[in-house]
Nanobody, 122 residues
Framework: QVQLVESGGGLVQAGGSLRLSCAAS????????MGWFRQAPGKEREFVAA????????YYADSVKGRFTISRDNSKNTVYLQMNSLKPDDTAVYYC???????????????WGRGTQVAVSS
């Protein structure tokens, strides 16, 4: 059974940092792109960042460019999201996803985690 499990969320003050992790099990994703999405209350899920399998290409939403960094460790089947200079608008449930069904920044992925809550206080 394929599972993506996010961790690292929490409550942080504006300007602070968090590092999210997403550990995959059940199959290897070393040859697949992986990404992060988020969904704030009352809003649709939105693309945050993605990385291709070889780590040569990364993609970011304009709202997080320069503040967030996506990375992956294929030996650990894990993808990370380093979030710096956090803002209250970054408050959302953050989801990990693997194996996109179309060109990035597609929202169509084959596998999804259950999410981890990030709350940024002002």
């Amino acid at each position: 059974q394929v599972q993506l499990v996010e961790s690292g969320g929490g409550l942080v003050q504006a300007g602070g940092s968090l590092r999210l992790s997403c550990a995959a099990s059940g199959r290897t994703f070393s040859r697949a792109a992986m990404g992060w999405f988020r969904q704030a209350p009352g809003k649709e899920r939105e693309f945050v960042a993605a990385v291709n399998w070889s780590r040569t290409n990364t993609y970011y939403a304009d709202s997080v460019k320069g503040r967030f960094t996506i990375s992956r460790d294929n030996s650990k089947n894990t993808v990370y999201l380093q979030m710096n200079s956090l803002k209250p608008d970054d408050t959302a449930v953050y989801y990990c996803a693997a194996v996109p069904s179309g060109p990035i920044p597609t929202t169509q992925y084959q596998y999804w985690g259950r999410g981890t809550q990030v709350a940024v206080s002002s």
